[in-house]
């Protein structure tokens, strides 16, 4: 029961960051200029990676017969509110929103990494896992390409 308890606890994580991720990417969609729609598809994109991800981590958890979190984690709140401050200097500059971006992704990538490193996973939850832990790693360096590529 214990590691049902603990692999619960972690995949409830990973929903929580998949949050975090939902709402800072709403949030850089709000920042961004009309003429800068290929990153407003860009972070759809995103947005629905992640709710693609919450749907199957929330699978997993009712395997186990486990409540399902809700919310987002307090250090994503942290980290929009920090969005808001650098947009409000910064404006709706593209280089900024997509170094927030970068940002967001490297916080999910830590999260997976956490997750994997734990001991408690079924094989079927480590291999889900895995499986977003590599599209997150595609994400991340796309958008640390794009920011890179800004003046």
């Not at 029961?1 to 975090?20: G, H, K, T, V």
């Not at 629905?48 to 709140?77: C, P, R, Y």
């Not at 832990?133 to 991340?140: C, E, F, G, V, Y």
């Amino acid at each position: 029961m214990a590691i049902n308890e603990n692999q619960a606890r972690l995949l409830n994580d990973l929903i929580l960051i998949n949050n975090d991720r939902v709402v800072g990417y709403q949030k850089a969609m709000e920042e961004l200029k009309d003429e800068d729609s290929d990153l407003k598809l860009l972070f759809q994109e995103k947005v629905n990676q992640s709710n693609e991800f919450k749907s199957e981590l929330t699978q997993k958890i009712m395997e186990t017969g486990h409540k399902v979190e809700t919310g987002t984690t307090n250090a994503g709140k942290i980290y929009r509110v920090w969005m808001d401050v650098k947009a409000f200097f910064g404006g709706s500059d593209r280089k900024i929103i997509l170094d927030n971006c970068e940002d967001g992704e490297d916080a999910a990538l830590a999260a997976y990494n956490d997750a994997l490193t734990s001991e408690g996973l079924s094989t079927a939850a480590r291999s889900l896992i895995t499986k977003h832990h590599a599209a997150l790693k595609i994400s991340h360096d796309r958008i640390k390409a794009l920011r890179d590529a800004e003046k």
